[in-house]
């Protein structure tokens, strides 16, 4: 089938691939010409295990090709993906700006039918306005489809969960779009759950909202586990292996980022109000989300009450391991209060490097006292404290003497209660964790 896939980022790079390797030919398109000419030369711009392989397999096939003319990718293709970016406004909801204008693009040039996809995480009610803008940018009257089909990749494992996730949800009204669909994704073993475009709107950003919450109610517990000598890691350990409640997404930490929780989960809250409801409880989620971000530097301030000079070490930056995704980070919470403070700020990422930079300057953060190290035994040499904010399998095989012996202090924050607090404390390090303190 010929398919075209707007917007050539995260979920619109990866879908693209792995459709070009299910057998249709696939037009990426994105607006940022730099992206297209690096794509074109092989050069993969997002860090995603898998993706490079899969993504230069079909170009080279010629299944997959990419281009910056949306006007031909459109005129050429049955089926229009929209995997453009839905960030937060200025107010928490959902800017759908980006997605407008695409579909005032897509309104100009219909030249036959065609289904449109909507991929990228939209509140409910928008597919019915992009099948507005199209209709009202069409010109001369043609028939066309409106699909909503949400994704719910995760960036690390974004081209397994392609392959094999858990749903595929279909929204649409229309039987002819429906069959269409149902062939893209035929080869694949996946359950379907076909309904109307607003629940299947709404079936992404429920799904979201459960998992941050679920997120946020074990930072919870563990804070009380902190209060009364309870461990939250065999507290979850004991909840999860009931098969009512699952052991994900269980894991007490510095809280959740990246590019969809925190922004997908307010733009929920932002929906609920416009309709009259005060969804609390995932206010809530919210709020202990942000207290566990603030938690490494609150401690810090109780230990040594001024920072200004403390050199501190952190061990990751991209919000999860196996991606370089710094949208919402927790480390870039961290940095900023850090460099507020007029710390020094020594950090490691496998993956990120001077993109930190870029991420930091558009956040107005002070970036002369932030020193990227090479690996994680050089952000530990001389530091008074160290942070591990992202939990990558390289800091779980480190020599963990010789990271104490490196540092001038022993503060360790392990803010995603990676290694054993007992075994810690053998080495030297005041070791603190989150929720299970009490047993340290
Ligand atoms: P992204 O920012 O990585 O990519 C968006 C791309 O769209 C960029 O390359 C941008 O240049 C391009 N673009 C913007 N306007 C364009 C235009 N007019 N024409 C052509 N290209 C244009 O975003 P992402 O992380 O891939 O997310 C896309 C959507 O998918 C969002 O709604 C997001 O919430 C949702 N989503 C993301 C993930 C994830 O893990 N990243 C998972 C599920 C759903």
Request: hydrophobic fraction near 40%; aromatic fraction near 8%.
């Amino acid at each position: 089938m010929e398919i075209c896939v707007i917007g050539t980022g995260y979920v619109g790079l990866v879908t693209a691939a792995c459709l070009a390797d299910l057998g249709h030919k696939v037009i990426g398109v994105d607006k940022d010409v730099e992206k297209i000419e690096a794509l074109k030369n092989g050069i993969i711009p997002i860090y995603e295990p898998g993706l490079s392989d899969i993504v230069l397999k079909n170009f080279d096939k010629g299944n997959l090709t990419f281009s910056t003319d949306l006007n031909y990718a459109v005129k050429n293709s049955i089926v229009v993906f929209i995997t453009i970016g839905t960030p937060q406004d200025k107010d928490g909801n959902a800017d759908l700006s980006q997605v407008f204008d695409v579909s005032k693009q897509i309104g100009k040039c219909l030249e036959k039918y065609t289904v449109i996809v909507t991929k990228s995480t939209v509140p409910i009610g928008t597919g019915k306005i992009v099948k507005e803008i199209i209709q009202e940018n069409l010109n001369f009257p043609i028939n066309f489809d409106i699909v909503s089909n949400p994704e719910f990749l995760r960036e690390g494992s974004a081209v397994k969960d392609f392959f094999q996730g858990d749903r595929i949800v279909i929204g649409t009204e229309s039987k002819r779009a429906l069959e269409t669909m149902l062939e893209i994704y035929k080869s694949l073993n996946i359950p379907i759950i076909e309904t109307n475009i607003e629940t299947a709107e709404m079936i992404k950003y429920a799904s979201n909202a459960f998992l941050a919450t679920k997120i946020s109610f074990i930072n919870a517990i563990a804070e009380l586990c902190d209060r009364t000598g309870a461990d939250v890691v065999k507290v979850a350990e004991g909840m999860g292996l009931d098969y009512r409640i699952g052991n994900n997404f269980l894991n007490a930490g510095i809280g959740f980022g990246g590019s969809c929780f925190p922004k997908d989960i307010l733009a929920l809250v932002k929906t609920a109000e416009k309709v009259g409801y005060d969804f609390k409880l995932l206010r809530n989620v919210l709020e202990i989300n942000s207290s566990q971000k603030k938690k490494p530097v609150k401690m810090l301030k109780e230990k040594f009450k001024n920072l200004e000079g403390k050199i501190i070490g952190i061990w990751g930056l991209a919000f999860k391991p196996n991606t370089d995704d710094l949208r919402e980070a927790p480390s870039i919470e961290i940095i900023k209060e850090l460099s507020e403070q007029k710390a020094i700020i020594k950090v490691y990422d496998p993956v990120v490097k001077e993109s930190l930079f870029r991420v930091l300057q558009d956040k107005k953060i002070d970036t002369n006292s932030v020193i990227i190290s090479n690996s994680p035994l050089e952000a530990a040499f001389e530091v008074q404290a160290l942070i591990l904010c992202t939990e990558w399998q390289e800091f779980q095989q480190i020599n963990l003497d010789l990271v104490k012996s490196n540092m001038k202090g022993a503060l360790f924050f392990d803010g995603r209660n990676v290694f054993n607090p007992h075994e810690m404390k053998k080495i030297g390090f005041d070791y603190i964790c989150v929720g299970r303190n009490s047993i340290c």
